[in-house]
């Protein structure tokens, strides 16, 4: 066997082999939670009449996790952690119920308005991880960690605070938001084909900014070499700043389908981790926007199906976490061995060819 | 203690660093190791101080063969190394900086040590506090601490590499006094240098390396030409080459002065004129960086004026040079020129005239492949940075430069390259003098130096303290100067 | 304004600070933990999933044996596992440290979920109380550091031999060396990633000791994640700590007020007290703002004594790998 089918092999069998036994170890055959999510999330068999409301509901999911997705990929390729990445999600969210609940429109301008709010919350939130980062030189990871916890801080004070529901202190979230607001969703469903098209546009577009722009091939080069970057004329601080902001304003984006696309009015956890989520799906996608779409629709499919767990086998609903963790973990590391290897074999390799000259 | 190396292998990938060294070292004397940057000096130290292992040979001791597969063998043999750019750790103060790693218990006595610390320090003149955080010190006083930490261990082999690198002339004689103390005291000592002076100065014996192989030894004193002859193959003769009409002032430096540390002490002022070389020369560390840096726009003097091509550029940045046609090059290629991970035609495309939003890879293609056939790039316009071989990685650089330059900036054009490389390099740079690029370049390649420049500016401990023209001039002038010895000729 | 004044008289009630010091238990050793690790260079981000699960592990292992402290060398065994994940995807893998951790991260928090589904609301045993004789009678201090039980006197001499460990002794001295500038420490014979396992496993030993002091102790019981987001309170009094850990301790009894003066606002004060508790996370990007600040460093640099009081340097090579070449 090549040494590149086994680089490719490896990954896989340890993905396949460790979630087959994390399975039999939770005490179930492994085929049976998994006919369950794809049940709970598009229907069995898949697309039968009748399952639009959960498609609906897995595809809502779907849209958070590949805008923040895509968001990830321009912070990747310009080398940074953008571990805040759930705050720009929370605080796009927030700045939506904000044009949600003040501005007075017609549905169509209200439902732009409310994007353009989440995507400039987000965007804000994500420029000011950059700032710290370059003007602060607070690094990236833990700049945004603070202020992802900053964020839901502020969501909470405004559920609870100003933004109560009248009369009532509680924590479940503001008054549903008016009609105008909500993103216009298809037959009694959540599905929002705006929102597909949205997110479809957006992950087409960060392909397309590393595909095709130069704007692109820059953040690649800054991420990859800043000093020598600079020196080719590139303002490396710029590109920083402006990587941050697509990726906030995405992820803002993301926020807003959270808020006015699925839950329809401002709640605690209104991230619903998906920022997390989407940090697994693109070290899982290695930093390419196509595989984007696949895998963070996967982990919608077991975020939204494995809620059926509980009830059908008798299983915790979080084994989608762990299925979700396992998958990139083993992932990570089978593919972590395989380079191992494959560096060892040049080395030797190398040394071989320097005795056979000497 | 003799220290005999016998026949060390020791290659990195295809590059034969070390290739079949030998060489003797007798107890109590000053051993001089001399040679070009890129000689496999350091991987030689390297290897004798446990760093690296050999891919071959024998290191034998008191005529015992010894294992030195990692640093702990070295120090418990008692080799002793002093890294040139001293491995001491910043933060911690002098006296934790002293105890990190000596052999004992878990009790860290701290008093005991800083008495020892205190003795040895007392005994070669050294004057460092103990209580100071070693980030404060200068770079010769780290290297006190760490000659007497070495001592302290039991070294019986001292190995400096390049110690006079970023240090005051002060602190060298005070170097060169305690080495010559240390020798008369039964330790051996190797110093690694590619500076003859020093070496001249100081060492007893001299072995003289060049591509990884040991070329001449000798008994000093030596004329330095002898030297000199081993270390190039033959004593610098100046070839003609096509004389290019100087054309206006392209950069003109007027009372440049730093804040602080390098180029601080007194202003300096040149005029390079279009299609002139100038070389800096130097001990690495002395100036020349800071001087780049502020040609370059990277650093901005505190007092002063900088023009380039009649234009003041005082107080702009690196990218308001860039705009005026000024280009720099530092040594690291890697670090700070290419890009790791993108390809020869993303490299073309990145430095290209091109500021539209899309790429087009076609073009940007086809333009690539000319160019890496134009420049004779071994690699595919596919090829990564990373990929090529050090003299192709300095002709795709070279490959990138606009086609319009005013001032090219440069450190060491030549570092690591084989002669066929960096002959065309030369050619290249030479040529671009014909369209008015004014070249300023450092270099620690006397015969570079005086092959290439019209005017060589010496810098010295952070100051410039000679400027001569090429032809005018000889090795053991530059040589002299660069030790700082002589101030008197010819100084700007 | 009278009710926010009440409250915080009553932050100095004996009952108060006794109560903060024995609630700071687990964040105590978690944070030693992620110290230990950080200063030998490796970031554990892996923290808020490992002492989560870990927790659960402590706990299901005093549930079924009925010994509270069988529940510990389990919790330990957990924290070590995962710690030496992320030593080994770094040092032999050359993975991304922060990539491994945070994976771990979710991974660890989701198994502690699924494991533990079953277990919510079980109650095992709890470390039994043991005042101190003798000493539990001083007045003031017998309440606040001498009436608890082992487990918090445990964190506390923790802390204590940290400090110890780390500054005053010579395997410290290279523990500290390694994360400083590990060519440096190998080139003076010192075995750079056999430490690097060896202290982030110690790490990962803290990180799980102090997630089972949560379940068996703190707050005894197990329900759906028990120490949520406490992990990165970790990384963040860590920072906040300046990498040294009395100051690090300090860091975590100031959260604990932070979280008791909270609870006293609450009537009077529902909205604030709410927020209240995420202060550690704006306290660590200014501690890390303070630390980047070239001016102010400079103007440090003249008080040597207020220097080594304000600041202390992240651990130079932390995050980075060390490879022999």
């Known amino acids: ?358 | 203690m003799s220290l005999e190396l016998r026949d060390i292998h020791k290659h990195y990938g295809p590059v034969r660093a070390n290739d079949g060294i030998s060489l003797t070292v007798a107890e109590g004397t000053l051993h001089g190791l001399l040679g070009e940057n890129g000689a496999g000096k350091s991987t030689l130290m390297k290897v004798l101080s446990g760093f690296h292992s050999a891919d071959s040979g024998e290191v034998v001791l008191d005529g015992k063969s010894i294992k030195l597969a990692s640093p702990d063998d070295a120090i418990a043999a008692g080799i002793g190394m002093l890294h040139q750019d001293p491995l001491v750790f910043l933060p911690f103060n002098v006296i934790d900086n002293f105890v990190l790693g000596s052999p004992g218990g878990s009790r860290l006595d701290r008093k005991k040590a800083a008495q020892e610390f205190a003795e040895l320090c007392d005994r070669y003149g050294f004057n460092i506090d103990p209580a100071s955080p070693a980030r404060l010190l200068t770079v010769g006083e780290r290297q006190q601490l760490e000659i007497v930490r070495l001592l302290w261990l039991g070294a019986r082999v001292l190995i400096l590499d390049e110690p006079t690198t970023g240090i005051s002339a002060d602190q060298r004689s005070k170097l060169f006094v305690t080495l010559k103390a240390l020798a008369t005291e039964g330790m051996s000592v190797i110093f690694v240098s590619h500076k003859l002076e020093e070496v001249a100065d100081l060492c007893e014996r001299v072995t003289v390396m060049t591509r990884g192989k040991v070329v001449g030894e000798a008994e000093m004193p030596v004329p330095p030409e002898q030297l000199v002859k081993m270390m190039f193959g033959q004593a610098v003769e100046v070839k003609d080459r096509p004389a290019v009409d100087h054309g206006a002032a392209q950069l003109k430096l007027s009372d440049i002065r730093t804040a602080s540390g390098m180029l601080s002490e007194e202003p300096v002022s040149l005029e390079v004129r279009a299609g002139e070389v100038v070389g800096l020369a130097g001990m690495e560390g002395s100036g020349q960086d800071a001087f780049l840096r502020i040609c370059s726009g990277m650093r901005n003097p505190r007092s002063g004026s900088v023009q380039i091509a009649g234009t003041d550029l005082t107080g702009k940045n690196y990218r308001d040079f860039l705009a005026a046609d000024v280009k720099y090059l530092p040594a690291g290629r890697l670090e700070e020129g290419l890009i790791e991970g993108l390809t020869i035609t993303e490299h073309f495309v990145l430095a290209g005239e091109d500021r539209g939003f899309f790429v087009d890879w076609g073009k940007a293609k086809k333009r690539a492949e000319a160019q890496v056939d134009h420049f004779t790039i071994k690699g595919t316009e596919a090829s990564t940075a990373e990929s090529l071989s050090g003299g192709n990685q300095q002709r795709l650089l070279l490959a990138m430069l606009p086609p319009r330059l005013n001032v090219l900036l440069m450190e060491h054009p030549t570092r690591g390259l084989d002669i066929e490389s960096a002959d065309w390099v030369w050619e290249q740079l030479l040529a671009r003098r014909e369209v008015g690029t004014s070249i300023v370049f450092a270099s620690a390649d006397l015969d570079e130096l005086l092959r290439y420049s019209d005017r060589i500016l010496v810098f010295f401990s952070g100051r410039i303290i000679g400027e001569l023209d090429a032809k005018a001039t000889n090795v053991d002038e530059i040589g002299l100067l660069i030790g700082g010895r002589s101030v008197d000729s010819g100084a700007a | 304004m009278s009710g926010f004044l009440t409250a915080l008289g009553e932050m100095f009630d004996t009952a108060t600070i006794a109560s903060i010091v024995a609630g700071a238990s687990g964040l105590l050793f978690a944070t030693m933990g992620e110290t230990i690790s950080e200063k030998a260079g490796v970031i554990n981000l892996s923290v808020d999933g490992s002492m989560m699960l870990a927790a659960l592990a402590g706990f299901v292992a005093a549930f079924h044996t009925g010994n509270v402290w069988i529940g510990f060398p389990a919790a330990a065994a957990v924290g070590v596992a995962a710690a030496l994940v992320v030593a080994f995807g770094n040092i032999k893998l050359s993975l991304n440290q922060v990539a491994i951790g945070f994976v771990l991260f979710a991974l660890c928090t989701a198994l502690s979920r699924f494991l533990g589904s079953g277990y919510v609301g079980r109650q095992p045993v709890a470390v039994p109380a043991w005042d101190i004789p003798a000493l539990s009678s001083i007045p003031f201090f017998g309440p606040v550091l001498f009436s608890h039980n082992l487990i918090v006197y445990l964190s506390m001499v923790t802390v204590l031999v940290t400090y110890w460990f780390i500054y005053r002794t010579r395997a410290g001295l290279a523990l500290q060396g390694v994360g400083e500038r590990p060519e440096a420490a190998h080139s003076r014979g010192i075995p750079v990633n056999k430490l690097r396992y060896l202290y982030t496993a110690i790490g990962g030993a803290l990180i799980g000791v102090g997630g089972a002091a949560f379940t068996l102790d703190v707050k005894v019981g197990w329900s759906d994640r028990p120490t949520l987001n406490f992990g990165w309170i970790v990384l963040a009094i860590v920072i906040f700590g300046g990498w040294h850990p009395l100051r690090a301790a300090f860091g975590v009894l100031l959260f604990g007020a932070l979280q008791a003066f909270a609870l006293n606002l609450q009537p009077e004060f529902p909205t604030f007290s709410q927020v209240l508790p995420s202060i550690p996370f704006p306290a660590m990007i200014l501690a890390l703002v303070v630390v980047n600040w070239k001016t102010l460093l400079d103007w440090l640099d003249r008080y040597p004594w207020l220097r080594s009081i304000l600041r202390s340097d992240p651990p130079t090579a932390i995050g980075t790998r060390f490879e022999v070449s």
């Open chain 1, 1 to 358: 066997m090549s040494a590149r089918v086994q680089n490719l092999l490896l990954p896989i069998a340890v993905v396949v082999v460790s979630t087959v036994a994390l399975l039999f170890l939770a005490g179930t055959n492994p085929w049976d939670p998994i006919r369950f999510i794809i049940e709970g999330s598009i229907g069995w068999p898949p697309f039968e009449a009748g399952t639009a409301s959960k498609i609906g509901d897995t595809v809502m999911v779907w849209v958070p996790i590949a805008l923040a997705s895509a968001g990830l990929i321009v912070t990747f390729n310009a080398g940074m952690w953008n571990i805040g990445i759930e705050g720009q999600i929370i605080v796009g969210a927030i700045a939506a119920s904000w044009a949600a609940r003040t501005i007075s429109a017609p549905r169509p301008l209200l439902v732009f308005l409310t994007i353009v709010a989440g995507a400039i919350g987000g965007m804000l939130w994500g420029l000011l991880v950059g700032v710290l980062r370059t003007v602060g030189g607070v690094n990236e990871i833990f700049g945004g960690l603070g202020l992802d916890f900053v964020a839901v801080s502020i969501t909470t004070y405004l559920i609870i605070g100003p933004w109560s529901r009248s009369g009532v202190a509680s924590t479940s979230g503001t008054d549903i938001f008016p009609d105008a607001a909500l993103l216009p969703s298809f037959g009694g469903t959540r599905l929002s084909p705006l929102a597909i098209v949205i997110t479809l546009a957006a992950i087409g577009g960060v392909w397309i900014l590393f595909r095709g722009t130069l704007y692109g091939l820059k953040l690649k080069a800054v991420g990859a070499n800043r000093p020598s970057a600079f020196l080719m004329g590139i303002p490396t601080n710029r590109f920083l700043l402006g990587a941050f902001m697509i990726c906030g304003a995405l992820a803002g984006i993301a926020g807003t389908s959270q808020a006015t696309g699925f839950h329809f009015k401002l709640i605690p956890a209104i991230s619903g981790n998906y920022g997390f989520l989407a940090i697994l799906v693109v070290l899982l996608a290695r930093f390419r926007a196509f595989w984007v779409i696949p895998i963070s629709f996967f982990f919608a499919m077991i975020a939204v199906g494995a809620s059926q767990l509980d009830l059908r086998l008798d299983l915790s609903s979080t084994l989608g976490g762990v299925l979700q963790g396992t998958l990139v973990l083993s992932a990570m590391l089978g593919l972590g061995w395989a380079a191992y290897r494959a560096r060892k074999h040049a080395d030797a390799a190398d040394s071989a060819a320097q005795d056979a000259a000497t």
